[in-house]
């Protein structure tokens, strides 16, 4: 990935950098070794192999389903960054 490309595809990830960081040559390095990596493991045969939704094979304990009232809606009212009327407000993620 050159410069543009690597700039880029921080902008979309949303990850910052300070001015220390050099984002071009050192993080150009590592995400080429990454996607270096990824082409290698698209290159492996996997015909046999069946696909998995995780790699453990444990039984997952999972929590009743049920609801319960929160009684101190205003403590978490102070933990949202933009609560107004009643509302949780986010910023918008669809154009």
Known sequence: MDKNEVEKTAKLARLNFSEQEEIPGDFSRQLNKILKYIGQLNNLDTADISPMSQPLVKKLKLADDTSREFKNKEELANNAPDFK?????????IE
């Open 85 to 93: 009327d009643g509302f949780y407000r986010v910023k918008k993620i």
